[in-house]
């Protein structure tokens, strides 16, 4: 009984911090806490898609293990997979693409898009709360990479040649990525 009120006041005190940083500070329509028996997952009704509230830390040797040699050098040692190589660069089906490392939903079918590059391309992520960027100074240019919140790991990078409105590419490593089909 005890345990029963320190879950519920827990899932309340979850709901209340993901609704004031996620719903009041960007002005999105507040958001819903799911019970699990795991750590708690924030539902977010904008986008469709789960907001992680807990970090993912490993050692590398953790990291080696769950993930293949590709992934881990993508996602852990900042890689890139040679362009039109990866498994969803031509990928089409409706669903989520979720970080191989930590299992964070990350983008929506919709919002992926034929950009002639080579890599999966994005209009946006499920939600800023998902993802992270920072500086890339690295090859002699100046870039901007797209990192898991959760985990840490690196995704790809973000460029300001897209589409309209946001004219936002999110271009993603497929090895960075888990797809994962849902209804349409």
Not at 1 to 21: E, H, P, Q
Not at 40 to 69: C, H, R
Not at 77 to 100: D, F, I, L, M, S
Not at 162 to 177: D, I
Request: proline content about 5%; some cysteine.
């Amino acid at each position: 009984m005890k345990n029963d009120r320190l879950y519920t006041v827990l899932i309340m005190l979850g709901f209340m911090i993901a609704t004031v940083s996620l719903g009041c500070a960007e002005k999105r329509e507040p958001v819903a806490v799911l019970a699990s028996a795991g750590p708690i997952k924030v539902y977010s009704n904008e986008k469709k898609g789960f907001i992680m509230s807990d970090k993912v830390v490993k050692t590398d040797a953790e990291w080696k293990k769950q993930l293949t040699p590709e992934q881990f050098h993508i996602l852990r040692e900042k890689g890139t997979e040679p362009a039109t190589t990866g498994k969803y660069n031509n990928h089409h089906q409706h669903g989520v693409y979720r970080c191989a490392g930590c299992g964070v939903d990350l983008f929506r079918s919709e919002d992926k898009y034929e950009s002639g590059t080579g890599w999966p391309s994005f209009t946006a992520p499920i939600s800023p709360a998902n993802v992270t960027t920072a500086a890339d100074n690295s090859f002699f240019s100046r870039r901007t990479e797209v990192l898991c919140r959760r985990c840490g790991g690196h995704l790809g990078h973000v460029f300001e040649d897209g589409p309209k409105p946001a004219g936002l590419r999110y271009c993603m490593n497929s090895a960075a990525l888990l797809f994962v089909a849902t209804p349409e």
